[in-house]
């Protein structure tokens, strides 16, 4: 197949949606289909990647010539800018939704909602597919395979691991709250910080309030292989998000053999499986104690039988096969 990918955040920009859309395109092209990346983002001085075709801020006739190309049209990321090149050229059209189509304009939702009945739409967890109107099938994400490593014995890991940017959302003040219970029942752990945000110096000041200094570390953006190696060397990841349409750290540590306590709330049950402990939201109490529970020997035991099949059903390779299978459907029925 002639694949056309639509990504409007790509690399070298970083998060969730850059590098599903970059690892599909990868696998597909991999697995021997013809693959084209259309992109508005700009390279800022890095160098363009040598296994992809990308075309970045292309005009609007470049992007009629590769629509005229392509057998198939996949957006990643839902944009009413460009859905109007697939409808005009009769180009079959797969839409990846990778955040809960809710919220945010009420106008701009409305009209999201309702393009989803313009193509197929492929939802990366439940609760995103229960806000897609249109039909719709569920592919989890998947994780970058530098997370992909052997299981380290508990004996070489220590400490508790919070991952994500620094906003409320994503709840880093409940996992500094749930340490502070924890010491105070002495429990001696402590809490690193990956990732950086708007609310760094307002968590701050929160660990400073608690006389936390010597045991919470702010280590801001921190590289993948960096990150992996925080993973394999950890105790605990903490994905206490408020809201999540789904929860890739919670994946990438688990494919780092580090089971997670994480929030019951949007994707994460999904992302986590039977490899973590689920606690209610906005709940640092509850927090704490799963904590507590999870670093108990037999606990972690259990939730690291569960990681091997719920690694592989993640790994790319059982992605992107899912995701062509879709698209020959699609491509077939026109």
């Known amino acids: 197949m002639n694949i056309l990918l639509e990504s409007r955040a790509f690399y070298p920009s970083i998060g969730g949606l850059e590098m599903m859309s ?6 597909w092209q991999d697995a021997g289909h013809a693959v084209r990346v259309v992109t508005v983002t700009p390279l800022d001085g890095e160098s363009e990647l040598d296994v992809l075709s990308v075309f970045r801020q292309p005009s609007s006739a470049t992007v009629r010539h590769h629509i005229r190309w392509a057998d198939i049209f996949v957006q990643s990321g839902i944009s009413l800018r460009s859905l109007h090149w697939p409808l005009l050229a009769r180009t079959p059209l ?10 945010g304009q009420p106008l701009r939702t409305r009209l999201k909602r309702g393009a989803t009945c313009l193509g197929t739409n492929v939802a990366v967890s439940g609760p995103v597919a229960d806000t897609v109107p249109g039909p719709v099938v569920r592919i989890p994400n998947t994780f970058r395979p530098v997370y992909d490593q052997p299981v380290v014995e508990d004996a070489h890991r220590g400490g508790l691991l919070f991952v994500g940017r620094l906003v409320s959302e994503k709840g880093a003040d409940l996992a500094i709250e749930a340490l502070r219970r924890l010491r105070e029942r002495g429990v001696d752990t402590t809490l690193t910080i990956c990732g950086d945000g708007p609310e760094r110096d307002v968590l701050e000041e929160q660990v400073r309030r608690n006389g ?6 702010f280590k801001g953006w921190t590289e993948p292989e960096t990150l992996a190696e925080r993973y394999r060397t950890t105790k ?3 994905v206490p998000s408020r ?8 994946l990438e540590a688990i494919a780092s053999g580090c089971p997670v306590v994480a929030a019951d709330t949007g994707g994460l049950p999904e992302a986590v499986g039977d490899c ?5 939201p906005d709940d640092p109490a509850a927090l704490a104690g799963a904590v507590e529970r ?4 037999d606990v972690r035991e259990n939730l690291r039988t569960a990681m091997t099949a719920h690694v592989a059903r993640h790994r790319i390779d059982r992605i992107a096969t899912d ?6 459907q699609v491509v077939r029925a026109e």
């Open 22 to 27: 970059q690892s599909l395109a990868t696998a």
């Open 94 to 103: 797969v839409i990846i939704h990778h955040d809960l189509l809710s919220g």
């Open 212 to 217: 936390l200094e010597e045991v919470v570390t």
């Open 236 to 238: 605990l990841l903490l």
């Open 243 to 250: 809201s999540e349409p789904f929860g890739i750290v919670a």
């Open 276 to 280: 973590g402990l689920l606690i209610s």
């Open 294 to 297: 999870a670093l108990q020997s």
């Open 323 to 328: 995701y062509l299978h879709l698209l020959r």
